[in-house]
T-cell receptor, first 116, second 114 residues
Framework: AQTVTQSQPEMSVQEAETVTLSCTYDTSENNYYLFWYKQPPSRQMILVIRQEAYKQQNATENRFSVNFQKAAKSFSLKISDSQLGDTAMYFCAFMNYGGSQGNLIFGKGTKLSVKP | DTAVSQTPKYLVTQMGNDKSIKCEQNLGHDTMYWYKQDSKKFLKIMFSYNNKELIINETVPNRFSPKSPDKAHLNLHINSLELGDSAVYFC?????????????FGPGTRLLVL
């Protein structure tokens, strides 16, 4: 079974600085997808970024980028120029490609606090 | 317009009661899901429906029953509520079951069983 591990329960960063959140996963599959979701205090789950395993190029979305290391099964999220609104829980998630399994498998989350 | 909506947002009830949570999506998606987030914020899949057929049931007690009157709706009915059912329940939807489609989440329903 696939598992997702986020080893940092909590992190903090100063506004305007850069922070990296770690995520590792375990799978025997070759084709899959990886996601980062953000959950602010409002509780809403918001997609931050996604990565297809077959793509070597790291995904980027404005201030958010990933470092995808397939061989190491690592998928870290880098947030540049951190803003107060980035304060949230961040969840790394895995999804198999194809088959009958379409659900997301989540890590336990990292609580990020951006300090002014 | 809200893409995925859930009602109610908060639900407080007594042990032993039966309750339902409604979910609707206006994205035209074929697949809908229910996730449970426990008190430690851990999210886990409960069910998914694809074209009105149950695809996944992850060892959820049979007190929980998803019902889909059409592909835009997936309701969650819970019988004989227990203290351990207290959690936040999220509905989500995606265009396809497989293929890495992004799942869009509703705002969640916080259930408190007293």
């Amino acid at each position: 079974a696939q598992t997702v591990t986020q080893s940092q329960p909590e992190m903090s960063v100063q506004e305007a600085e850069t922070v990296t959140l770690s995520c590792t996963y375990d799978t025997s599959e070759n084709n899959y997808y990886l996601f980062w979701y953000k959950q602010p205090p409002s509780r809403q789950m918001i997609l931050v970024i996604r990565q297809e395993a077959y793509k070597q190029q790291n995904a980027t979305e404005n201030r958010f980028s990933v470092n995808f290391q397939k061989a190491a099964k690592s998928f870290s999220l880098k947030i540049s120029d951190s803003q107060l609104g980035d304060t949230a829980m961040y969840f790394c998630a895995f999804m198999n490609y194809g088959g009958s399994q379409g659900n997301l498998i989540f890590g336990k989350g990292t609580k990020l606090s951006v300090k002014p | 317009d809200t893409a995925v909506s859930q009602t109610p947002k908060y639900l407080v009830t007594q042990m032993g009661n039966d309750k339902s949570i409604k979910c609707e999506q206006n994205l035209g998606h074929d697949t809908m899901y229910w996730y449970k987030q426990d008190s430690k914020k851990f999210l886990k899949i409960m069910f998914s429906y694809n074209n009105k057929e149950l695809i996944i049931n992850e060892t959820v007690p049979n007190r929980f029953s998803p019902k889909s009157p059409d592909k835009a709706h997936l309701n969650l009915h819970i019988n004989s509520l227990e203290l351990g059912d207290s959690a936040v329940y999220f509905c989500a939807s995606s265009g396809q079951l497989a293929g890495g489609e992004t799942q869009y989440f509703g705002p969640g329903t916080r259930l408190l069983v007293l």
